[in-house]
């Protein structure tokens, strides 16, 4: 874990040296609304799943965005994120990297994939969680250019199992909703 996060942070250290006029860094916070899914393995007979009533927590972290041309960006963020169920918070650090193509001026449609590293959990959760959790992003940006302030709103598919027990799957998913600033 802290081996991950000390290449996060070299890389986006190296993307942060970048001087080049179509780079710009921001900040963003927002709300998450989040919830797991649970799964009944394969060695049960029955096809059960069950979605956790879901939670609300919120997001906070840094950006570069990276112009490749007038209507298409990549964005790699460093994010912490409050995320679960209804009775387990879950934290998280999730590096997403969005491909960002400009329908317009200013409307942006969003997609890429994320990693997550579990920072902590509730109740002691975290013994039975996996230490990473993938997932891709799907979503849809406005940037007022002229301010440096822009809005998002996406959601997270999670593609792998957090659980760390057999028996049964435990996948997130959530809807995010924010604001930002760029530098």
Same mark, same amino acid.
Request: aromatic share 14%.
């Given at each position: 874990? #802290? ?9 986006f250290?190296c993307? !942060?040296?970048?001087?080049a006029?179509?780079? #710009?860094?921001?900040v963003?916070a /927002? =709300?998450?609304?989040?919830?797991? &899914?649970?799964?009944l393995? *394969?060695?049960f &007979? ?10 609300? %927590? !919120?997001? !906070? ?5 990276? +112009?490749? +041309?007038?209507?298409f960006?990549i964005q790699?963020e $460093? $994010?912490? @994120?409050i995320?679960? %169920?209804?009775?387990? %918070? ?14 317009? @001026?200013?409307?942006?449609l ?6 997550g !590293?579990?920072v +902590?959990?509730? *109740?002691?959760?975290?013994?039975? =969680?996996?230490?990473?959790?993938? %997932?891709?992003?799907? /979503? =849809?940006?406005f940037? =007022?250019?002229e301010?440096?302030?822009f ?5 997270n598919?999670?593609? @792998?199992d957090i659980? *760390? ?9 959530g809807?995010q ?7």
């Open positions: 874990m #802290k081996k991950c996060i000390a290449t996060i942070i070299i890389i250290a993307i !942060f040296t970048i001087n006029q179509n780079v #710009k860094y921001g963003k /927002g =709300l998450n609304f989040s919830n797991l &899914e649970i799964k393995s *394969d060695d &007979e029955e096809d059960d799943s069950e979605d956790i009533n879901g939670k609300t %927590g !919120f997001y !906070f972290g840094g950006f570069v965005d990276i +112009s490749i +041309s007038e209507k960006s790699p $460093l $994010l912490f @994120s995320e679960g %169920g209804e009775d387990t %918070g879950i934290n998280f650090v999730n590096v997403p990297i969005m491909a960002k193509y400009y329908i317009t @001026s200013g409307l942006s969003q997609a890429g994939p994320q990693i !590293f579990l +902590s959990a509730e *109740d002691d959760a975290d013994e039975f =969680l996996k230490s990473t959790n993938f %997932g891709l992003n799907a /979503g =849809l940006g940037d =007022l250019k301010t440096g302030i809005f998002d709103a996406r959601y598919f999670g593609l @792998s659980g *760390d027990a057999t028996g049964f799957e435990v996948n997130t998913k809807f909703i924010g604001v930002g600033y760029k530098f």
